[in-house]
């Protein structure tokens, strides 16, 4: 193939992605009230949720609905990327290619899954609460909750691509087990502080139900990069 045949294959694959993410988004939208009591299942039953834009909920609902598409989509866009590159690939590679991209969706979803059943409603709960002075009433806009939502669900699917990350890095040499062993007490004070960042409740058994996961990642990225090694 010419450089013009490859560049019109990935715009063909590119179409495909776009018009998945988009159907998938409609979907989303025409199901408003299915979506958004999804959304707003986390939130506390005495927190009520106020707009002061006249266009906030709407564009809050389009926003919504195009990153839950996309997020229904990923498996398909993912594939899409993979068709592309595939034919460039070894059999081996490919296999490996496969695997590692199988493993990172369903870590991404775990990670998502987590926040949206475990540490999002503990940290709504809390951070919704929490006054500075009892003459400041707390009046939360649906627009910052929805952020606080994606931006949860975003860091704790990211997190746990962990042993994916580790896999790679061991695969290109860049990482020994031996050293991820030897750094294992560093590690697990890293993970207690970005678990107290990502849960500011103060709660012990909050910190560590985000704390153990991402410990037994680690635990799991270790194991991966030994069998890569051998």
Known sequence: MTFWDHLDALRSHLWRMLLAVLLAAVVCFCFKDLLFAAVLHPKPADLTLINVDIAQQFLTHMRVSLL??????????????????????????????????????????????????????????????????????????????????????????????????????????LLKAEAMVRYRRHAVVAILILGAVITPTGDPVTLLLVAAPIYLLWELSILIVKRIAK
């Open 68 to 173: 839950v598409g996309l997020l229904l989509a990923a498996p398909y866009v993912i594939y899409q990327l993979f068709a592309f590159v595939a034919p460039g690939l070894y059999s081996t590679e490919r296999r490996v290619a496969v695997r590692a991209l199988a493993a990172a969706c369903l870590l991404f979803y775990a990670g998502v899954a987590l926040n949206y059943f475990v540490i999002f409603p503990f940290a709504v709960r809390f951070l919704g609460s929490y006054q500075v002075s009892a003459e400041v009433q707390n009046l939360i806009s649906l627009s910052s909750y929805v952020d606080l939502l994606l931006l949860l669900s975003l860091m704790m699917g990211l997190l746990f691509e962990l042993p994916v990350l580790c896999a790679m890095l061991g695969r290109m040499g």
